[in-house]
């Protein structure tokens, strides 16, 4: 099913089977005997379970042999009552301080009669009595229902188990009278005790319990079925529970040396949790004298310490939430500038910063990104935050993002995030914090190359208005460079059109002579231009109006440039006779464009037109070149 079994055997399983042939040897401790059908279990036995929160299984040994779960129960029975009844009504019958006895003291606090935790069998069997129900068999089926819920299979009570200790667990019963006693169980106090028996009756395997611990590590979200086992509030609560109490007498060492919350049954299992990652079930039934599984113990040791599970372990190398940062020198918006606008963007691109976020934001990881932001706010006027490839913003990231927003608005800088609409709920917390009185939507823009484009824009236009701020409120998703006044007529170089790049070191007679070779053509806006992958040998000279040079990959088309007038596409057809086009390209307004086929300009003879030949072919490659440098740049940022 979800096992990781394949023709190549996954590493963790080669790790788990050493593990396991390793530990087999250690003999020492007994088979539980007090509950006289425990007795009857084959001390040999041994398996060891993982489960990812991905719902990843890897079992070696006897993994799939069914044995009573015990006081594994003792957390999941607290959970229900939690749920049942709130974390107050609970704490007056049951606390959370560890107690340093025995798993079966008769250990109630001698004021108040309330039993010290709810993983002592007092606290358990106090628990048990507070799962709602109509009659014993109710209660037992809810408890049932909520345990199938970390599994994905029903569950049953192992009725032979359950009926020896029944008739034997003399010391529980005295127990769960003395509860009675102070008014911690309710009458007949049999009922709660009966309870507790079948719920540590009920059977398990170990990979059961490591889809179980896997729950609890995943939040309380069953990582196989989807199912949620757990409300998440209560999840820390019983892995809290689970750290200081989960091993008897043994917790404080447990949790010092092995550092998971645990928890053991007298049964042979324990299941230990890594919060956030990995659930892991051991059994095997030989106990050492505070009633934990020899080998389930140093499994669990060994584990920890070669993979470094131990919860305060802080060296935990933690993944980088900045992916790439650029400013508006390297990285352009997709709108192709004249050389003049270029020119002031290479000066001043650093007022343009972006970010590409990554990973998982809570308060560390946002604090990063906001050290990293404030220290660029000098130079910079503009933010822009790609968080496409983001998984999660928690209630910190959302408070501290917001709180960064209203405090660069302020000083009159913007911040864009971009890529954010699948981030629902972060896009709606974020605005809901802004409230109304936000200087800008921080939101304006889906995507980076438009934010990047519109900052651009203002930084243009402040130089041009000379002034060194501009109060122009970011709009929608256009942006325009002003209109240039172009020719009339076909044959006749527009005036936008003298300083394309293409023309570079023309006279003005080759630049009139390779006009008079072009005809007009004037599209609406929206209409196509070229398809992508269509032949062609025509190049095209914008007199007037925009174009969109997009990409089409698989479904989602990419916006790869944005032209003006007084600009070129399709010239790879001067060197690659009836190149396929790459890209498609469609009118964004009404265009009017000037058409050169390059086959008609091969044509011609004389030396005009060699001169213009060797002219053209001169820049395409200069401007190759550094369209290629270009691309490097931005390929590396992408790596
Ligand atoms: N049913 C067992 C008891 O109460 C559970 C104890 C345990 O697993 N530690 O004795």
Not at 118 to 143: W, Y
Request: hydrophobic content about 40%.
């Amino acid at each position: 099913m979800n096992d990781r079994t394949t023709i190549v055997p996954s590493p963790i399983l080669h790790y788990l089977e050493e593990l396991h042939e390793q530990i087999l040897p250690l003999e020492a401790g007994n088979v539980a005997s007090y509950i006289p059908e425990l007795a009857r279990a084959n001390p040999q036995w041994f398996g060891i379970a993982i489960v990812t929160v991905d719902g990843h299984v890897y079992q070696v040994g006897d993994s799939r042999q069914p044995f009573t779960i015990q006081s594994v129960s003792k957390p999941f029975v607290y959970g229900i009552a939690l749920e049942d009844w709130g974390l107050d009504e609970v704490m007056k019958r049951v606390g959370v301080e560890p107690s340093g006895d025995a798993f079966n003291s008769i250990s109630l606090d001698p004021v108040t009669g309330r039993p010290l935790n709810p993983m002592i069998n007092a606290g358990a069997i106090a628990t048990a009595g507070m799962v709602k129900g109509r009659d014993v068999e109710h209660r037992l089926s809810r408890v049932l229902e909520k345990f199938s819920r970390y599994l994905d299979h029903p569950l049953t009570v192992d009725e032979n188990v359950y009926r020896s200790e029944a008739s034997t667990g003399h010391r529980n019963r005295a127990i769960s009278y003395m509860l009675r006693n102070f008014g911690m169980l309710e009458d007949p106090p049999e009922e709660a005790l009966d309870l507790y028996f079948r719920q540590c009756s009920i059977l398990v395997n170990c990979r059961d319990l490591a889809l179980m611990a896997a729950t609890l590590a995943n939040n309380g979200v069953n990582p196989i079925t989807g199912v949620r086992a757990l409300k998440n509030e209560n999840v820390e609560r019983l892995l809290s529970i689970m750290s200081t109490c989960g091993t008897y007498d043994f917790a404080g060492n447990w949790i010092y040396d092995i550092g998971l919350p645990a928890k053991s049954g007298v049964g042979g299992g324990i299941m230990a949790v890594l919060p956030g990652q990995v659930g892991i079930g051991i059994f095997s039934p030989r106990l050492d004298a505070n009633g934990n599984s020899m080998r389930g113990l140093e499994a669990c040791r060994r584990l920890s310490k070669d993979f470094r599970l131990h919860i305060f372990n802080t060296a935990k190398t933690r993944p980088p939430v900045i992916r790439s940062q650029s400013s508006g020198v390297q990285m352009r918006s997709p709108r192709v500038r004249n050389s003049q606008a270029t020119a002031l963007l290479d000066a001043e691109g650093a007022a343009i910063q972006l970010f590409e976020l990554t990973g998982d934001f809570a308060l560390v990881t946002t604090e990063v990104v906001i050290s990293t932001v404030l220290d660029q706010v000098d130079i910079a006027d503009y933010f822009v935050l790609d968080v496409r490839r983001v998984s999660t913003i928690d209630a910190a990231g959302v408070r501290l993002f917001a709180q960064l927003c209203d405090d660069l608005g302020k000083v009159g800088k913007f911040i864009f995030f971009t890529n954010a609409d699948d981030k629902f709920a972060f896009t709606r917390d974020l605005r809901q914090r802004l409230g109304d009185n936000a200087r800008h939507d921080p939101f304006s823009f889906t995507d980076s190359g438009h934010a990047l484009e519109w900052c651009e824009n203002q930084l243009l236009g402040r130089s041009r208005s000379g002034s060194t701020r501009d109060r122009r409120e970011p709009g929608g998703n256009r942006a325009h460079e002003p209109e240039r006044r172009g020719g009339i007529s076909a044959g006749i170089l527009p005036t936008s059109l003298k300083e394309q790049p293409l023309l570079r070191g023309m006279s003005p007679a080759e630049m009139q002579y390779l006009f008079t070779l072009t005809s007009p053509r004037e599209f609406k806006a929206g209409e196509t231009i070229l398809r992508q992958g269509d032949p062609g040998d025509e190049i095209y000279f914008i007199e007037r109006g925009e174009v969109i040079v997009s990409l089409l990959t698989g479904r989602t088309r990419r916006r790869l440039a944005v032209l003006s007038s007084g600009m070129v596409f399709g010239e790879l057809a001067l060197v690659e006779k009836n190149v396929q086009r790459t890209a498609g390209v469609y009118a964004d307004t009404a265009v009017r464009c000037h058409v050169l086929s390059s086959n008609l300009l091969d044509a011609q003879s004389g030396e005009l037109a060699g001169a213009v030949r060797h002219a053209l072919l001169l820049n395409l490659n200069q401007l190759l070149i550094q369209h290629l440098r270009r691309d490097h740049f931005q390929i590396r940022m992408l790596m």
